[in-house]
């Protein structure tokens, strides 16, 4: 396979797009197995490996095992039953101050979106199944969550992903290619 040069990092331009193109939503775990915390650390290292606007990395992740939790963390999303039947679920929130200037971050939501997809990916590299659950922008579901978790006020949480091994191989990819949504040049 063709090798090519990524910033300091050679990377495997197939397996790259062989993950991007396995990722799917799951949403049935095999309750069985656990996530090793190894395995939970190199998520949420690629979850930090996202771009970030002037660098802020307004991220953070509360990584959430305690089964009481998670139920009462699916209680907060009427499409988020799943969650309480993970082994376990990564909250995304976004810090809304930019520390150096003390002013609202703008590029929050954005920063904490592409980690997420980052973690998506890498526990598709890693044989997991996760699915994103939006809490933000629904303001009772941000509420609820910020309650659950005691988020702090400057955070925001974007979404729950929770996270285990497939129950099954039902989850497939969709096939989300449509070339009429390509513009060449102009509109």
Not at 31 to 58: I, Y
Not at 76 to 83: A, W, Y
Not at 103 to 119: F, H, I, Q, R, Y
Request: net charge neutral; charged share 25%; proline share 6%.
């Amino acid at each position: 396979m063709a090798a090519i040069l990524l910033g300091c990092r050679e990377n495997n331009q197939d397996d790259t797009l062989s993950v991007i193109a396995a990722r799917c939503s799951v949403r049935s775990y095999d309750q069985s197995r656990d996530v090793d915390g190894a395995t939970v650390e190199a998520l949420l290292k690629a979850a930090m490996s996202a771009p970030t606007a002037v660098n802020l990395q307004p991220w953070e992740f509360v990584v959430v095992k305690d089964k009481a939790t998670l139920e009462a963390l699916a209680k907060t999303n009427r499409f988020g039953g799943m969650i309480a039947h993970a082994p376990l679920a990564v909250v995304v929130c976004g810090d809304t101050i930019q520390e150096a200037r003390g002013e609202p971050n703008k590029w929050w939501m954005l920063d904490c979106s592409a980690a997420t997809e980052n973690l998506l990916l890498a526990a598709t590299a890693k044989g997991l199944g996760a699915v994103w659950t939006a809490v933000y922008p629904h303001d009772e579901r941000i509420s609820a969550v910020r309650q659950v978790l005691n988020i702090p006020d400057r955070f925001i949480p974007l979404c729950i992903v929770p996270i285990g091994y497939p129950a099954d191989s039902s989850a497939k990819p969709k096939d989300k290619w449509k070339p009429e949504k390509i513009h060449n040049d102009k509109w």
